[in-house]
T-cell receptor, first 111, second 114 residues
């Protein structure tokens, strides 16, 4: 089983602040997912990355495979970024389709 | 369809009843996944399909849970003799292939067992 830990569990920020959410996992992986879940349950995939860094708009995801750690950054945060952010990693075994999820980080951005 | 579709969006049932939850993945996606999410928790893996076959069903909590995908497209998650502890949001996702590519999630089916 791949243990996934996210921090912080809750995060409150003022509009415009730089946000960092961290994810660590216990077993080496081929790729990691960052997901966003809005109230009401819908989940959207933000990134799937296996090395280095990816950027999409104000979102940046980095991963350090050796340290088994990934971070999600949000620059110039906005109230519409308020959501739960979840990282997920696959089983290293043959069942690559089995993902283990963190509990999520609840982000609230105030105007 | 344009995205992953799940029905029903809400289901309230009584303890002991049988329930079916349906997932219609994105056309052409061979991999389909079922997850369960309880309040305040991250999603928990149940089962995934590659094509018509269940590649890994080790996340199903017990033999009251069963899922099928007979034609490699639509999948149905079946729960027999429902219990109050089965109450959760059941999420379906699909991707082009297993372990590769972006995951696309449905809106989920919220199951409440009274």
């Amino acid at each position: 089983k791949n243990e996934v830990e996210q921090s912080p569990q809750n995060l409150t920020a003022q509009e415009g602040e730089f946000i960092t959410i961290n994810c660590s996992y216990s077993v080496g992986i081929s790729a990691l997912h960052w997901l966003q879940q809005h109230p009401g349950g819908g989940i959207v995939s933000l990134f799937m990355l296996s090395s280095g860094k990816k950027k999409h708009g104000r979102l940046i995801a980095t991963i350090n495979i050796q340290e088994k750690h990934s971070s999600l950054h949000i620059t110039a945060s906005h109230p519409r970024d308020s959501a739960v952010y979840i990282c997920a990693v696959p089983d290293r075994g043959s069942t690559l389709g089995r993902l283990y999820f963190g509990r999520g980080t609840q982000l609230t951005v105030w105007p | 369809g344009a995205g992953v579709s799940q029905t029903p969006s809400n289901k309230v049932t009584e303890k002991g009843k049988y329930v079916e939850l349906r997932c219609d993945p994105i056309s052409g996606h061979t991999a389909l996944y079922w997850y369960r999410q309880s309040l305040g928790q991250g999603p928990e893996f149940l089962i995934y399909f590659q094509g018509t076959g269940a590649a890994d069903d080790s996340g199903l909590p017990n033999d009251r849970f069963f899922a099928v995908r007979p034609e490699g497209s639509v999948s149905t998650l079946k729960i027999q003799r429902t219990e109050r502890g089965d109450s959760a949001v059941y999420l379906c996702a699909s991707s082009l292939g297993v372990g590769t590519g972006e995951l696309f999630f449905g809106e989920g089916s919220r199951l409440t067992v009274l």
